[in-house]
């Protein structure tokens, strides 16, 4: 039996034994933190025990760590984690009490408590006592501390010293005052009566006391008296709600989160913004996001999600910076800069502005007029809907596509052909966090994460075209079909700014565009936020071409007058000018002659600049028709009519869809012809029928049924052009 007994205890020392030899494990269950790029507390996470708890910090500070020790543990430096002079005290205080009045814990053992909370009973005891031990062999004094801080009760659920001394004092640890960290000592004593909520007169006196336990001297001492307790309504930290919840969700592992946000920034950010949202505000109920980085490192410095968060009428938990919206106009761009690019156009070249029509869909100016011709740039500038689109179709819409994914727009995740020509005018959706990189791109040189998107001359033209007058940056508007999304985006080498106003339902919101809604809120942050722009330097790689002055594109012989411009090097196309050509007249009748129909001795060559007959039509109504062509010899045997007039509307191979009651009705439209004489009359022809004549402005009533059609028109001249269609009845209610 003594053996078996020995026995026993010699196991149970065995296993005490080496249970000191492994330290305790702690748990995780901090918070997570998001600090702001200067140190700013911006938001803190519940944990899973619905706590306020910043991790354990070695940095403890010493007034803290003075006043603790001299209220809670005076002898933690010498003792091995029991504190056999406290456990004598306490025994003889509650045997003469004649109850539990006195502890004998010391820090190490509130600790081990606090690490593993159990019920207030003898057995608990001699389990935190042993965890002390365990701790004291396995760390230092300077780490048992840090544990103690990190845990320690500082009333309701706020957790740990550093927590504390934001939630209460609005700053960390290290710049804890003497009345702040004799405060943080008393809390844990008795945190769920002593606290900031209740007893506050009982709470002053104790923290009072403590003071002048702990300061020496006398100057410090009256001032740290002096100090008020904290307000117990001081808000907690929930600064950039959006924006906290975009870092969380992008590092979902990590506990404590540096952001990049600069607080000074984000602070001109929300007052702009809300003082303009206020405004706007009068007239509709719209919401304003706004994304605001670092040109060269992308560094995200100001980001506003919504006017108000906790706007529920107006979605305002909506992040409008990550939120994918139609992009309108935005991405013209960068069509552009390939476009430039790829050798087709340079900035000068003249793009057409007329009625266009692809397989029935009909582009249309947001001011429902045409232009004619115009620069390219112009066009850029002006951000017209026909031209791009022309460009778009001669780029192609799957190079284009390929082109924006590669760039960052992750959310054109259809098919080409699902977007068609209208991925131009917004058929795609895009977020501000996608976009505004893409425009810092264009300040960088053409490069994104040190990706070169673009070569450096392109994005150099695409940045002087886009240059602002108004504020110190270049930048581009764009409004969304319906008027449901206003996007306004600027650059410059300081900043890249995206602004966003629309609302989260998707509704149509009256008079709203990029222009006259996202623009001035735009200008506002360049003109407070920039600092002194220099200009940014010409790239060194380009090449150096001669274009023609009047088309702007490169230059042939005959061009009269050229000048110089520095393009992109190994373009895919060269593209020369059209606008300039040879023609041979007769020197008695001024028609143009070939070889088939002229007299040689009644010759004349001449340079005469050319234009389309659908161009002609709207300059001539625009009043800037340029001066008239020379016909064809309508002699010859060889007519060219397609020089001479075009078919606007119906174009050949058309297929209509027209509203019809039912499919055995006839239906109507208005077919539109082009010629390139000012008075010229034309007659119309239906199936070889004759429908009538117009002069001028040549548009013409036409009734159809459904099946397969023919439209004719003749000249004075006998010049006959005919058009093919196909008609199919759409029903109409």
């Not at 500070?61 to 020790?69: F, G, H, I, N, R």
């Not at 740039?377 to 780029?395: G, M, Q, T, W």
């Not at 397609?642 to 027209?658: D, H, T």
């Not at 010229?680 to 397969?708: C, D, I, P, R, Y």
Request: glycine share 6%.
């Amino acid at each position: 039996m003594q053996k078996k007994i020995f026995l026993i205890l010699f196991l149970l020392f065995a296993i005490f034994g080496l249970s000191l030899l492994f330290p305790p494990q702690s748990r995780s269950d901090d918070s997570k933190i998001l600090f702001d790029s200067q140190g700013e507390l911006l938001r803190v996470w519940l944990n899973k025990n619905e706590q306020y708890k910043f991790p354990k910090s070695e940095k403890i500070s010493e007034k803290y760590k003075t006043a603790v020790l001299y209220f809670e543990d005076k002898r933690f430096n010498t003792h091995f984690g029991i504190d056999p002079a406290a456990v004598a005290r306490a025994i003889g205080q509650n045997i003469k009490a004649g109850k539990i009045a006195s502890g004998a814990s010391t820090i190490t053992m509130q600790a081990a408590r606090l690490r593993e909370p159990r019920k207030r009973t003898f057995f608990a005891k001699l389990i935190e006592a042993h965890t002390a031990l365990r701790m004291e062999i396995r760390m230092s004094k300077d780490e048992i501390f840090a544990e103690y801080a990190s845990l320690a009760p500082m009333g309701g659920n706020v957790v740990g010293v550093e927590t504390a001394c934001w939630r209460f004092f609005g700053h960390s640890p290290e710049q804890l005052t003497w009345a702040e960290a004799a405060l943080l000592a008393l809390l844990p004593n008795r945190p769920s009566a002593l606290n900031l909520e209740k007893e506050r007169e009982t709470l002053l006196q104790r923290r009072n006391n403590l003071l002048k336990s702990i300061v020496k001297d006398e100057e410090t001492l009256a001032a740290a008296l002096e100090e008020a307790l904290p307000k117990i309504n001081a808000n907690w930290r929930f600064k950039t709600p959006h924006y906290a919840e975009a870092v969380l969700s992008q590092f979902p592992n990590q506990t404590i989160l540096h952001g990049t946000i600069d607080g000074k920034v984000q602070e001109q950010l929300e007052r702009i913004a809300k003082n303009y949202g206020q405004k706007i505000r009068e007239s509709s109920n719209v919401n304003i996001a706004v994304l605001i980085t670092e040109t060269k490192t992308g560094k995200i410095k100001g980001y506003l999600g919504s006017l108000d968060y906790y706007d529920t009428l107006s979605k305002g938990m909506i992040d409008g910076v990550r939120a994918r919206r139609s992009t309108g106009s935005i991405l013209k761009p960068f069509l552009y800069a390939l476009a430039i690019e790829r050798g087709t156009y340079t900035p000068e070249s003249l793009v057409e502005d007329i009625p266009t029509w692809f397989r029935g869909f009909s582009p249309h100016n947001s001011d429902k007029s045409f232009s004619g011709i115009l620069p390219l740039k112009d066009a850029l500038v002006r951000s017209l809907n026909v031209p791009a689109v022309r460009i778009l179709s001669e780029y192609g819409v799957e190079d284009f596509h390929f082109w924006l994914k590669n760039a960052g727009l992750s959310g054109l995740s259809r098919s080409p052909e699902h977007y068609g020509l209208s991925l131009i005018l917004g058929g795609g959706e895009a977020s501000l966090q996608e976009l505004v990189p893409l425009y810092s791109m264009l300040a960088n040189d053409g490069k994104k994460d040190q990706t070169p998107l673009l070569q450096p001359i392109t994005a150099y033209h695409i940045r002087q075209m886009l240059v602002a007058s108004k504020a110190p940056m270049s930048w581009k508007s764009g409004t969304s079909y319906g008027s449901r999304d206003a996007w306004a985006i600027g650059f410059n080498e300081q900043w890249t700014i995206g602004v966003w106003v629309g609302n989260f339902a998707g509704g149509s919101i009256p008079d709203l565009s990029g222009g006259s809604t996202a623009a001035p809120l735009l200008f506002s942050l360049f003109n407070s936020l920039s600092n002194k722009q220099t200009q940014k330097k010409l790239p060194e790689s380009f090449e150096n071409a001669e274009i023609c002055a009047l088309s702007g594109y490169k230059a042939k012989p005959i061009c009269p007058h050229k000048k110089n411009i520095k393009l992109p090097i190994n373009q895919a196309q060269n593209k020369t000018c059209t606008f300039h050509k040879e023609i041979i007249i007769s020197k008695s009748t001024g028609f143009e002659v070939c070889s088939l129909c002229w007299n040689m001795e009644d010759t004349l060559h001449v340079i005469e600049e050319t234009y389309a007959p659908a161009v002609r039509r709207e300059l001539r109504r625009l009043g800037r028709e340029p001066k008239p062509e020379p016909l064809h010899n309508p002699l010859c045997p060889a007519k060219k009519e397609e020089f001479q007039f075009s078919m606007v509307y119906p174009e050949n191979g058309a297929r209509l869809f027209l509203p019809s009651a039912d499919a055995l009705s006839s239906m109507g439209f208005v077919a539109i012809a082009a010629h390139k004489q000012r008075d010229a009359k034309l007659q119309w022809f239906l199936n070889g029928e004759f429908l009538g004549s117009t002069k001028g402005e040549h548009k013409m009533a036409v009734t159809v049924g459904n099946g397969e059609h023919r439209i004719g028109v003749q000249d004075t001249l006998g010049m006959y052009l005919e058009t093919k269609f196909r008609v199919r009845a759409k029903a109409s209610f």
